[in-house]
């Protein structure tokens, strides 16, 4: 049973930056499709990032797009989310999941929450003065 933990959250002033990991224990995650979620009081879900198992073709939202990074070491069993240029609005708490496929696919940031099966209990991201 793969488990999910995160880390790296915390308080940051705008303009800052922050690097969450999200390590792996039960399993590597080189056979894993990855997403970066992350959700903010009184909002829906919004999905950050995602790739399949290849990391050919990773997908950031657009509201991220050109300040998050998304990358994976198979050996530490661990994605990363590096966060730069944070703004208020990326305020939330952020969660990391998988999916065991080990086919190349496309995906999409507004693949649902459904798709994937093992989730993180999230870490906390605060942008602030």
């Known amino acids: 049973q793969l488990q999910l933990v995160e880390s790296g959250g915390g308080l940051v002033r705008p303009g800052g930056s922050l690097r969450l990991s999200c390590v792996a224990s039960?399993?590597?995650?080189?056979?894993?499709?990855i997403g970066w979620f992350r959700q903010a009081p009184g909002k829906e879900p919004e999905g950050v990032s995602c790739?399949?198992?290849?990391?050919?073709?990773?997908r950031y939202g657009d509201s991220v797009k050109g300040r998050f990074t998304f990358s994976r070491d198979n050996a530490k069993k661990t994605v990363y989310l590096q966060m730069s240029d944070l703004k208020p609005e990326d305020t939330a708490v952020y969660y990391c999941?998988?999916?065991?496929?080990?086919?190349?696919?496309?995906?999409?940031?507004?693949?649902?929450?459904?798709?994937?099966?093992?989730w993180g209990q999230g870490t906390q991201v605060t942008v602030s003065l």
């Open positions: 999941a998988a999916l065991w496929n080990p086919d190349p696919y496309l995906c999409t940031v507004a693949d649902p929450k459904g798709h994937y099966r093992y």
């Open positions: 039960g399993s590597t995650l080189d056979e894993y499709a």
């Open positions: 790739t399949d198992y290849s990391d050919q073709n990773i």
